[in-house]
């Protein structure tokens, strides 16, 4: 049994992950901003812009979950989002790693979120582990935060990130938001529709932080995707299908996603051909291979 702490606990993945490791017999609880009176999992206070943090589970807690970021589709990318996009990312880090540095504590692991917008948006090649990064603000912020993550390892605390496809789950994300036009029989493929998206059950990303956590031959990055990555347009096509929905208009020109999207667009037009070989090679088994596996479990 291991002890847990998550940092953004309360979001997608966050809840999950803790349903997860709860039924699996561990203790956990969750480093956030509010008090979420609604959720009976432990919660601990932090505040990041005051560099603010309630230490008292430092020495109940073997791991950290670092999942903590305001969302990078959630808003409009203005000059503000993006400083805060940023800020909850690295200033949270290093939050957690004075923290470390300065006080008693039993932390022994740190598994961390990154992104695979770190390898930028338009790649012909597979991506892996070792691919160059890019110069967008999606792989600039990535890029800041692994390097904030990774100097953990100097407190002699073993690293793991995850750079983490489009997560897909039931509860809330990527599956909720195309489905959203769908539904009102207004949905569309992006673009050509023929950007490849690399995207990840949450099911098999709960279990990926798990594994990353209790094997301690795990260390440093992994890509976090599923095996078989699927155009933009299949997806959308095949979300509909299980919405029992016709996809009637044609597709929404890249154009008119700038018009309506700025900067942002580039992300959510990002043809991305991510490889999950090395995460298999240190015995990871996919639950979901493929596209239709997953959507049949979501829409079940
Ligand atoms: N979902 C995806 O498709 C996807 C893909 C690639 C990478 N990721 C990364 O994986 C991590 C978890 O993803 P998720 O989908 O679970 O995210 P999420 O639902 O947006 O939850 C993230 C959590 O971070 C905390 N947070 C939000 N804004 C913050 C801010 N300004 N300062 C500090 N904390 C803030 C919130 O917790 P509190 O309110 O409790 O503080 C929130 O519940 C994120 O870092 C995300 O970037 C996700």
Redesign the pocket.
């Known amino acids: 049994m291991t002890s847990y702490i998550i ?9 999950r992950l803790s349903e997860t490791l709860l039924e699996k017999g561990n203790t956990v609880s ?5 008090n ?1 009176s609604s959720s009976p999992i432990k ?1 601990y206070k ?1 505040d ?1 812009e005051k560099s603010e943090i309630d230490k008292s589970w430092l020495k109940e807690t073997d791991t950290i979950i670092h ?6 589709a ?1 808003k409009k990318w203005t000059a503000s989002y993006k400083k ?1 996009i940023y ?3 690295i200033q ?1 880090t290093k939050l957690l790693y004075e923290t470390l540095k300065n006080n008693p504590h039993t932390i022994k692991t740190i598994v961390a ?5 770190i390898y930028g948006n338009d790649s012909e090649k597979l991506l892996d582990e070792s691919s160059p990064t890019s110069n967008t603000f999606l792989a600039e912020v990535c890029r800041d935060w692994e390097n904030e993550v990774l100097k953990f390892e100097t407190l002699g605390i073993r690293v793991v990130i995850l750079r ?4 897909l ?1 039931k509860n ?3 599956v909720s938001e195309i489905s959203k036009p769908i539904k009102l029989f207004v949905g569309a493929a992006l673009g050509t529709g023929k950007q490849l998206l690399s995207w990840i059950h949450i099911d098999d990303l709960c279990m990926m932080y798990i594994q990353s956590a209790i094997d301690e031959n795990m260390t440093g990055i992994y890509n976090a995707v599923a095996p078989l990555p699927e155009s933009n347009e299949t997806i959308t096509k095949k979300i509909a299908a299980r919405l029992h929905k016709p996809i009637m208009l044609p597709n929404i020109p890249s154009f008119i996603m700038k018009l309506l999207f700025g900067e942002m667009a580039a992300m959510i037009l990002a043809n991305q051909n991510v490889s999950c070989e090395k995460i298999q090679k240190v015995g990871f088994h996919f639950k979901f291979n493929d596209i239709d596996s997953a959507l049949k479990d979501l829409f079940q």
């Open positions: 940092s953004g606990g309360s979001g997608l993945v966050g809840k969750i480093l956030g901003r509010g979420d919660k932090w990041i999942l903590a970021g305001a969302g990078v959630a805060e800020n909850s990312r949270s979120s990154s992104a695979i917008g983490t496809g489009i997560v789950s809330g994300g990527f």
